[in-house]
C-alpha cells in the first residue's frame, strides 16, 4: 500500500489497490464563513470572478488562502453559459506541490462544511470533465475531484468522489476506517459515466455519524433521486471516522503522478443546514 503524505488526504482504491495517503495541516487558519441565507453555511461558487470565497488554495505553485491567489492555469475562473463563473483545474505531468506528494489543484473549505456527529447537511455543486480527459483513469492510477475529509491530518476521507474506480466513470466512494488510516472497507455506492464536456449536476443529503446504522447519503443527479449499488436511495454507512469529530469539503483535481493532463470544471458548490437554503 503506497502512503503519502501531502496538505490534505485523499485514498482510491484502483481495481484491488486501496490507496491511501496522509496529510500535514495548512498553516491558514480556516473560518467559517458568514451565511448570506438563512440556513446556507458556505458558498463557494466562484460568483466573485476569483476564489476569494475559499479559505485555501493548493496547487504546485500556491499553498494559502484564496484571497492572496493569483490565478494561473492550474486554477482559473472561466466565464460559463449555464453558471456564469466556474473554476478551471488542469493539473499536468509533474504538478506535485513540494509540501506533498500527488500531483493536484484544489480549493479546500473550513468545517462549517462539514457535520458533526448526528448532524444532516445539504450540498449543492457541478463538476465537468474537459473532453481531453483522461478516459483510462482507473488504469493510469487513483484520482478525485470532490472529498469531504476528516478534520485531522490522518487516513483518507470518508466520502469523495473519484475518477478511478472504473474506466470512464465518476464514483461516490465510502472510505470505512475504524479509527483515522485504519482502513476496513472502500465501498463504490454509486457509479456514473464521465460524460465529458456536460456538467454533473449534484445535490446530496448526509447524515454524518461514525455509526454504520445512523450514518447515510441521499443523492440526485441533473435533478433526479438515485439509487445506489445496493438498490437503495438512502445508503446506510459510517460518514465520519471514529475518531474524528467533523468533515471540510474540497473541491478541484487530485491525482497519482501520470502522464496525461487533466483538466476539471467546478461550480455553484453549496452548504446549507436545510434543503431551501441551497
Known amino acids: 500500500m503506497f502512503r503519502s503524505r501531502p496538505v490534505f488526504a485523499s485514498r482510491v482504491a484502483v481495481a484491488a ?31 466573485g470572478g476569483n476564489f476569494s470565497q475559499w479559505p485555501s488554495v493548493q496547487n504546485k505553485s500556491y499553498n494559502g488562502p484564496g484571497t492572496g491567489y ?3 492555469y492550474s486554477a482559473s475562473i472561466v466565464p460559463d453559459a449555464t453558471y456564469g463563473q466556474a473554476a478551471r483545474f488542469e493539473v499536468r505531468s509533474g504538478d506535485a506541490p513540494s509540501f506533498g506528494e500527488g500531483e493536484r489543484s484544489e480549493v479546500a473549505a473550513g468545517n462549517d462544511t462539514g457535520g458533526f456527529e448526528g448532524q444532516a447537511r445539504w450540498y449543492q455543486f457541478a463538476t465537468k470533465f474537459d473532453s481531453t480527459f483522461p478516459q483510462n483513469h482507473a488504469s493510469l492510477g487513483w484520482g478525485l475531484t470532490n472529498q469531504w475529509h476528516q478534520d485531522v491530518s490522518i487516513g483518507s476521507p470518508p466520502v469523495g468522489w473519484y475518477v478511478s474506480q472504473r474506466n470512464g466513470y465518476w464514483s461516490l466512494v465510502v472510505n470505512k476506517q475504524s479509527l483515522p488510516g485504519a482502513d476496513l472497507e472502500t465501498l463504490s455506492i454509486f457509479d456514473t459515466p464521465l460524460d465529458v464536456g456536460s456538467w454533473h449536476d449534484v445535490k446530496m443529503q448526509i447524515n454524518w455519524s461514525a455509526s454504520d446504522a445512523t450514518g447515510w447519503i441521499k443523492l440526485w443527479l441533473n435533478g433526479v433521486r438515485q439509487t445506489f449499488a445496493n438498490g437503495a436511495d438512502t445508503y446506510f454507512v459510517r460518514t465520519l471516522i471514529p475518531g474524528t469529530s467533523t468533515v471540510y469539503y474540497k473541491e478541484g483535481y487530485y491525482r497519482e503522478q501520470m502522464q496525461p493532463t487533466g483538466v476539471v470544471f467546478h461550480a455553484g458548490f453549496r452548504c446549507a443546514t436545510e434543503e431551501g437554503a441551497l
Open 17 to 47: 489497490v486501496v490507496v491511501a495517503m496522509s496529510v500535514t495541516p495548512l498553516a491558514v487558519t480556516v473560518a467559517a464563513s458568514a451565511a448570506p441565507t438563512a440556513g446556507r453555511v458556505f458558498t463557494g461558487d466562484y460568483s
Open 70 to 72: 493569483v490565478p494561473t
